[in-house]
């Protein structure tokens, strides 16, 4: 268990609507990371917040958007959804403080979307 | 811009064997961190082994271990006696260490692992 829990864990959706998906980081970490991945293909960089304000950008679609609440948690939101943005969508949390740290980020377990 | 690049896309081992998955990595930078990620049929991303570029001695985590090249900007991964339940896909990624510890992982486009009984 690496402690950064996604939900839902599976969506299935049609094409043209909107979904959200939350992710919340290991207690303590301030910085959440979201990646895509689509089906047999890497992890693609998204986008990054720290401690509430966005950090770092990817290749995000303009449909996508993300924001990181008070309590750390975090959540994507991707609207008028095509069929290409069937994916899995992988959170992942580090801690910001390098001597305490290993260097790695902790993934949670994904949520895989589907888009018909 | 940093990049990583893994030239396998599949590879095999028989069971019991040692293999030995490739990455590369560009970067101007001198301070760094890389990682080898395993991605079982669940999909699941699990930390195999790191290695900081600070450090010259290679990482080892029991039957996994790294060469790490720094000069030559080369990370490869090594799986000794290899089992059934390694294979999955291996994914290579470096992370930058400037200004801490909060940039992204770059993730390479992964190596398929097939283990033959």
């Known amino acids: 268990d690496s402690g950064v829990t996604q939900t839902p864990k599976h969506l299935i959706t049609a094409t043209g609507q909107r979904v959200t998906l939350r992710c919340s980081p290991r207690s303590g970490d301030l910085s959440v990371y979201w990646y895509q991945q689509s089906l047999d293909q890497g992890l693609q960089f998204l986008i990054q917040?720290?401690?509430?304000?966005?950090?770092a950008k990817g290749n995000i679609l303009e449909r996508f958007s993300a924001q990181q609440f008070p309590d750390l948690h975090s959540e994507l939101n991707l609207s008028s959804l095509e069929l290409g943005d069937s994916a899995l969508y992988f959170c992942a949390s580090s801690t910001q403080y390098r001597a305490l740290g290993t260097g790695e980020l902790f993934f949670g377990e994904g949520s895989r979307l589907t888009v018909l | 811009a940093q990049t990583v690049t893994q030239s396998q896309p599949e590879m095999s081992v028989q069971e019991a064997e040692t293999v030995t998955l490739s990455c590369t990595y560009d970067?101007?930078?001198?301070?760094?961190?890389l990682f080898w990620y395993k991605q079982p049929p669940s999909r699941q991303m699990i930390l195999v082994i790191r290695?900081?570029?600070?450090?010259?001695q290679n990482a080892t985590e029991n039957r996994f271990s790294v060469n790490f090249q720094k000069a030559a900007k080369s990370f490869s991964l090594k799986i000794s006696d290899s089992q059934l339940g390694d294979a999955a896909m291996y994914f290579c990624a470096y992370r930058s260490a400037k200004g801490g510890a909060t940039n992204k992982l770059i993730f390479g486009t992964g190596t398929l692992l097939a283990v033959q009984p």
């Open positions: 970067t101007s930078e001198s301070d760094y961190y």
């Open positions: 917040y720290y401690n509430g304000e966005e950090r």
């Open positions: 290695q900081e570029a600070y450090k010259q």
